[in-house]
Each structure stands twice: as C-alpha cells, then as structure tokens.
C-alpha cells in the first residue's frame, strides 16, 4: 500500500486546513494510519494515529485539540483536520501506515507529501 497526501497550503495564524489522504495498491482497512510532518533541520515529528477502526486516535501533544483525524475505509481515505494553526506547524505533512513503537509512533508506506505553510 501507499499513501499519496494531498490539500496543504498557506494559511495565517487562527486558521484552518482539511488534509486528505488516497490510498493505493492496497484497501487501508487492516492498518493504523496516521500523520507526520517534517521540516528543515527538525526530526520527523508524529502528529496522529488512528487504528483500522477508527477508534482511539493517538495526537502529538504539539497538536493535541488542534487537529482531529478521520478515516473513511469505503473511500480507501485518510483525512486531518487542522484547526487554530501556528506558524510552526508549518511542514511537509505525510500520510502513512502507523504503530506505536518503543518511544514513539512509527510510520512507513508514505508516498508524496503536502506542504503547509502558516505566517504569523
């Protein structure tokens, strides 16, 4: 499977955005699927995980109450909805399938990312 992420953009400070998520190769409805970003000079950051039912999303405490993730397993669809952005949210946002590992969640069968920009 792979996850190809789509709807970044620029917003101001207070805003919102709505990612979306196509899944291809393979139906998602197995897998936990999630989030991460990634900026420049910054380590990959988990942002969400949700299971394959949908049930008991995880959130990075940077985006806790923020952002609310969805899924939509007859659409083979992943979404996040990000409410009240900040300038550092801004970062290429990835779809991928997700588990917590030791530390932190881990991600893997990204595909292209979306960027979001937020000024302040």
């Known amino acids: 499977v792979q996850l190809q992420a789509s709807g970044g953009g620029s917003v101001q400070r207070g805003g919102s955005l709505r990612l979306s998520c196509a899944a291809s190769?393979?139906?998602?409805?197995?897998?936990?699927v999630g989030w991460f970003r990634q900026s420049p000079g910054k380590e990959r950051e988990g942002v969400s995980c949700v299971s394959s039912s949908g049930g008991r999303p995880w959130y990075g405490e940077a985006v806790a109450g923020r952002f609310t993730i969805s899924r939509d397993n007859t659409k083979n669809a992943v979404y996040l909805q990000m409410n009240f952005l900040k300038p550092e949210d801004t970062a290429v946002y990835y779809c991928?399938?997700?588990?917590?590992?030791?530390?932190?969640?881990?991600?893997?069968?990204w595909g292209q990312g979306t960027q979001v920009t937020v000024s302040s």
């Open positions: 991928a399938t997700c588990w917590a590992g030791i530390k932190d969640y881990d991600y893997d069968h």
């Open positions: 190769g393979e139906e998602i409805d197995y897998y936990a």
